[in-house]
C-alpha cells in the first residue's frame, strides 16, 4: 500500500486536522469529528447538513462554507458516520429554521440520518431529509436498496446551499433539494481499483486490460466487467444510459459535471468533456453550466464519472450564486 | 497503459478541445495550439505568457483568464512547446505594452523561449523573460542546467498576473516576478511512476517499498531512492531542505503550497499540510495563505510536492486579488 499517511487509523482525523489549519475561516471541527461552518449557527438561516464515509474528499467536508454545506459528518473511510455525529452537526447549525439533512443512498447513511433526525426532533429541531439516488448504473448493490447516490449529490449541494444562504424556509429548500434529485442522473466507471488504508490491499482485483462500467464510489461492482476502450467508447457507454434514463432530450439544458475518482488526471477529464458536449449536442441537449474536476472520490481510484443535472433559470441562478468553501469557490 | 484517452497523439488536441468546449467564456484556443484568453488583447495590459509540456495540468492551460495569464502555450505531453506557439501567444496577447515570458527552467524550454521572444522583438514587440528555478532538490537534472522550475510557477503566475490586471508596467511585473522566484523554493517526491501515452510504459521502475525523494515533473530521479516511510517523515524530508535553503526562519511570512502529482487524493494532501503546519509553526513561519490540491502534476503519478513562498503585505495583496481561470477561481 503506498500512501501518503502516518497509520490508517489515523487518516481521517489527521486529514481533518489539516482541514482546520487550511481553511480556519471557513471551518471548525467540532467533537465528534464533524465539520462546522466556522460561523454556525446562523440565526434564521436553514441548516443544510450532509456527511458519508471518508475516501472521497473533497466531498463532504470540502464542501462546508458560505453557500453550500452548514455542517459534514465524515465517518471513516467507506464507513457511514454514526448518529451522534450528526445529531451533533444538526444541533451545531440549528439557526431556528429547520435543517435539512442530504443523505447519499447507502443503507447505513439512510439508517443513521433517520434515527438522527428523529433525535434532533425529539430535542425541537425540525429536520427534513432527502435522499439522493442518481447512479443509473445499478438498481440495487452491495450497500444499497435503489440506486446509489453519487455525483448529483455535488450540485444538489451547491444548488440546495445556495437557497438556503438567501433565506429560503425549510420547505422551499428541501422541495428544491428533491427537484435536484428528480432530474439528476450519473454513472461511473473505474480502470483500477482503490486500497482502502485499513484494509492495506485493493477492494478489487482487475486485470491490466479491463474496466469496470458502473462501478461504484466504493469500488462496489457496477453494470460490467470489460475489456478497455477508448474515453470516446467509454463515454459513450457511461452517457448513453443517462440520456435516457431521465431522458434528457432536445431542447433540455443541463449542467454537466465530469468527475474524477481521485487518480485520474485532469488532462484525461477534458479528454471526456469534449466527447460529452459532442453527445449533448447531437442530443440537443445545452451544456449550461459545467464543473470538471475530482470533487466525489474514490482515494486514488483511476476512472471518471459523468453526472447531468437538467436545469431551469432558478437552478441555473442559484448554481451562480456565490460559493466560498475549501474545494468550491467562486463570487466571494 | 491504463487511461482515459483514444489515441497517445491526440491527448493534448482533445483535452484542449474539451478545454474550448468547457471554458469557451474564458479562453480560445489559436494556431498553432496557443491557450489564449477570450478576451486578448487588451489594450495597454502587459501580456503573462507561459508554457511548457503538457501532462502537468491544469498548469499552465487552466490558468489562463482573468488575473492570471493571458496565453499558454502546451507542448507534447513532457515536451517543450515549439519557438512557434510561444511567438504566436506574445502576438496575440501583444497590447503594447509588452509581454513576460514566465519560463520554468528546463533547457528546451528556456531555448525555445529565447528564440520566441528575438523574434516577438524583430516585430517590434518588448518581451522580458523571468526563469522559474525553485526545485531545492537537485542543482542539475536530466533536462536542466540548475534547479528545474515547478510549484513556484503556479505561486508566481498568479501573483504576477494580479500585477498586470491592475495595470503595472513591464518593468515593475518583470521585477515582481524575479521576487517571487527569489523567495520561492519546493520539492516533491514520488510514491510510483507516470506512463507518457506515447511511451506506453512507465517512465520509470520503483519497488512496491520504495520512494523516490525529490522527483522531478517528468519522472525525473531526485535526491535518492528511500524506503517507504509516513506521511510525517515524508514531509520532513521535503520541507526541512526547503527551509533551509532560503532560509525561512522566524518572523517570516508565507504562501504554502502542497500539491499533488496527479494521482494522489485530496485526503492525503491534507494530512502532509497538516505536517507543514506544525512544521512552520516550531520554526516560526507564518502560513498566511495556502493552496492545496493537484496544480502542477505528472500525469497520474502518485506523490505531492511543497512549495513555500516568502511573502510581503504587497504579495499577498496580488494573491488575494480577483481570478478566474478555469483552475483558480476567486473574488470573481
Not at 471518508?54 to 464507513?79: I, K, R, Y
Not at 462500467?213 to 452517457?239: F, M, Y
Amino acid at each position: 500500500m503506498k500512501k501518503l499517511i502516518n497509520a490508517p487509523d489515523a487518516v481521517v482525523d489527521e486529514a481533518l486536522a489539516g482541514m482546520t489549519a487550511a481553511h480556519g475561516d471557513l471551518l471548525k471541527v467540532i467533537e465528534p469529528n464533524v465539520v462546522v461552518r466556522a460561523d454556525a449557527p446562523r440565526s434564521g438561516k436553514v441548516g443544510i447538513i450532509s456527511g458519508g464515509g471518508s475516501g472521497h474528499e473533497p466531498m463532504h467536508g470540502g464542501f462546508v462554507g458560505l453557500g453550500m454545506l452548514d455542517a459534514a459528518c465524515p465517518g471513516a473511510v467507506f464507513t457511514s458516520p454514526v448518529p451522534d455525529q450528526m445529531l451533533a452537526a444538526t444541533k451545531a447549525v440549528d439557526g431556528g429554521a429547520g435543517v435539512l439533512h442530504i443523505v447519499k443512498n447507502y443503507t447505513g447513511d439512510v439508517m443513521n440520518f433517520e434515527l438522527a433526525a428523529e433525535l434532533a426532533q425529539a430535542e425541537g429541531i425540525e429536520v427534513t431529509s432527502v435522499v439522493i439516488a442518481d447512479d443509473v448504473a445499478v438498481q440495487d448493490s452491495l450497500y444499497t436498496a435503489g440506486r446509489r447516490g453519487v455525483g448529483g449529490t455535488v450540485l444538489a449541494e451547491k444548488i440546495v446551499g445556495a437557497a438556503a444562504e438567501e433565506g429560503q424556509d425549510l420547505a422551499a429548500v428541501t422541495a428544491l433539494c428533491q427537484k435536484v434529485q428528480d432530474n439528476v442522473r450519473s454513472m461511473g466507471m473505474a480502470l483500477t481499483s482503490c486500497t482502502v488504508p485499513a484494509a492495506g490491499k485493493p477492494t478489487f482485483e482487475i486485470g491490466d486490460d479491463e474496466m469496470e462500467i458502473g462501478v461504484g464510489i466504493h469500488g462496489e461492482p457496477g453494470r460490467e466487467r470489460r475489456k478497455l476502450a477508448s474515453a470516446d467508447e467509454i463515454t459513450e457507454a457511461l452517457l448513453t444510459p443517462i440520456l435516457d434514463d431521465l431522458p434528457f432530450g432536445s431542447g433540455d439544458r443541463v449542467i454537466a459535471f465530469v468527475n474524477g475518482m481521485g487518480g485520474t488526471p485532469l488532462i484525461e477529464l477534458y479528454v471526456v468533456y469534449n466527447k460529452v458536449a459532442a453527445m449533448c449536442a447531437d442530443r440537443g441537449v445545452t451544456i449550461e453550466r459545467n464543473l470538471i474536476g475530482s470533487y466525489i472520490t474514490s482515494l486514488e481510484m483511476a476512472g471518471a464519472s459523468i453526472t447531468l443535472l437538467k436545469v431551469d433559470d432558478e437552478m441555473l441562478r442559484l448554481w451562480d450564486a456565490p460559493v466560498h468553501t475549501p474545494a468550491l469557490r467562486w463570487g466571494a
